[in-house]
């Protein structure tokens, strides 16, 4: 079955800087490729997907970039706010017969004011 | 309007009871999951059903018993609770797979066994 790797873990970011968190997966057939953000206590919520026929993807501050070959896709965040504080996941799934998504580990982004 | 809503939001049993979880979802979505989100955050699907169909049934101990009524209702029950079950679990819905749309998520269930 598809295994999906996260890094990092955790990350703490100054107000206005970057982030980027990094996945990899080992199905080649994969062809979908969502994140979740998850606030402190609350649900996970879709932010953002990446197809395997795109290699970017960008949504305002939000972007997502796949490399099918190397099996990598990443998750960049632009002029990161305090509200941006949460816990994101990678997903990676369409293949297979029942086609279902396996999530990452999870990455802590803590953005410090 | 809650899209998918779960109950109860919280839930604290002794071990060896057993306890249900309710799911239901108004967003007229053909596929249903229950997933179970550790202290690590990891989340672990269990059970995914389509038009009522258990369609995904992962390595899950046999006390958990899902049963779904009609496409907009996925219940869980647990038999015989454990420690170990704690965690919160979340219903999740999507169209078809979820591979056009993604999930939409319920609140959880934070589950405690004492």
């Known amino acids: 079955g598809e295994n999906v790797e996260q890094h990092p873990s955790t990350l703490s970011v100054q107000e206005g800087d970057s982030a980027v968190i990094k996945c990899t997966y080992s199905?080649?057939?994969?062809?979908?490729f969502p994140w979740y953000k998850q606030e402190l206590g609350k649900r996970p919520q879709l932010i953002i997907d990446?197809?395997?026929?795109?290699g970017e993807k960008k949504d305002q501050r939000i972007a997502v970039t796949l490399n099918k070959t190397a099996k990598h896709f990443s998750l960049h965040i632009t002029e990161t706010q305090p509200e941006d504080s949460a816990v994101y996941f990678c997903?990676?799934?369409?293949?297979?017969?029942?086609?279902?998504?396996?999530f990452g580990t999870g990455t802590k982004l803590q953005v410090i004011p | 309007d809650t899209a998918v809503s779960q109950t109860p939001k919280y839930l604290v049993t002794q071990m060896g009871n057993d306890k249900s979880i309710k799911c239901e979802q108004n967003l007229g979505h053909d596929t249903m999951y229950w997933y179970k989100q550790d202290s690590k955050k990891f989340l672990k699907i269990m059970f995914s059903y389509n038009n009522k169909e258990l369609i995904i049934n992962e390595t899950v101990p046999n006390r958990f018993s899902p049963k779904s009524p009609d496409k907009a209702h996925l219940n869980l029950h647990i038999n015989s609770l454990e420690l170990g079950d704690s965690a919160v679990y979340f219903c999740?819905?999507?169209?078809?797979?979820?591979?056009?749309?993604?999930?939409?998520f319920g609140s959880g269930t934070r589950l405690t066994v004492v």
């Open positions: 199905d080649s057939a994969s062809n979908y």
């Open positions: 990446i197809r395997s026929n795109v």
């Open positions: 997903a990676a799934g369409g293949s297979g017969g029942y086609q279902k998504v396996t």
């Open positions: 999740a819905s999507s169209q078809g797979t979820g591979l056009r749309y993604g999930y939409t």
